[in-house]
């Protein structure tokens, strides 16, 4: 299986903050990631597929970047709504891999 | 709108059975295949499986291969996830969730259903 890690496991930051979350594969998954928001309760949300594309409706202060084994993912300043866990998640091949998630709070 | 309405909470003996169910509405069920991911608590996500709509053609996570099946009804538009021989580190809240292949991303996601296993 891909092993997907992420970089920091956790974060605090402020309303308006620029903030950026890496992902590593452990091999090269071209650009077949997915980045997921989880908000306390609630089920995941696909916010950003094949690397960079914005799933509709999604504000465009959320990003995505990368190919082959690095990837980052940036909010461009943070809101009261985005607070909550964010997990990459590769799909280059079965099965399809997490990261371990970035809990993202606020300072 | 898309709806993907999960069943109830269960809790369950050491070595019991679960079966977790997922209503679908809003749009045409064969449209979508239908992953499923689970996440123990204070945990992260795991997925396990994923099946056709269509043929019921299934993929499975390897780890849960033999106690897992997953199956559809496409005159309700509904989709289930059956486990056997539970242990207490299947303990998780069960999300259903849509995905045209196996390998893509899940877009529309059911509420989830907590299930409990202990003795």
């Known amino acids: 299986d891909i092993q997907m890690t992420q970089s920091p496991s956790s974060l605090s930051a402020s309303v308006g903050d620029r903030v950026t979350i890496t992902c590593q594969a452990s091999q090269a998954i071209s650009n077949y990631i997915n980045w997921y928001q989880q908000l306390p309760g609630k089920a995941p949300k696909l916010l950003i597929f094949?690397?960079?594309h914005l799933e509709v409706g999604v504000p465009s202060r959320f990003s995505g970047s990368g190919s082959g084994t690095d990837f980052s993912f940036t909010i461009s300043s943070l809101q009261p709504e985005d607070f909550g866990t964010y997990y990459c998640?590769?799909?280059?091949?079965?099965?399809?891999?997490f990261g371990p998630g970035t809990k993202l709070d606020i300072k | 709108q898309v709806q993907l309405l999960q069943s109830a909470a269960e809790a369950k003996k050491p070595g019991a059975s679960m079966k977790v169910s997922c209503k679908t509405s809003?749009?045409?069920?064969?449209?979508?295949?239908i992953t499923w991911v689970r996440q123990a608590p204070g945990q992260g996500l795991q997925w396990m499986g994923w099946?056709?709509?269509?043929?019921?053609?299934?993929k499975y996570a390897q780890s849960l291969q033999g106690r897992v099946t997953m199956t559809t009804d496409t005159s309700t538009s509904t989709a289930y996830l059956e486990l056997r021989s539970l242990r207490s580190d299947d303990t998780a809240l069960y999300f259903c969730?849509?995905?045209?292949?196996?390998?893509?991303?899940?877009?529309?996601w059911g509420q989830g259903t907590l299930v409990t296993v202990s003795s």
């Open positions: 809003g749009y045409t069920f064969t449209n979508y295949g």
């Open positions: 094949d690397a960079f």
């Open positions: 969730a849509t995905s045209i292949i196996p390998l893509a991303g899940a877009g529309y």
């Open positions: 998640q590769q799909y280059s091949s079965l099965p399809p891999t």
């Open positions: 099946i056709s709509t269509t043929n019921g053609d299934t």
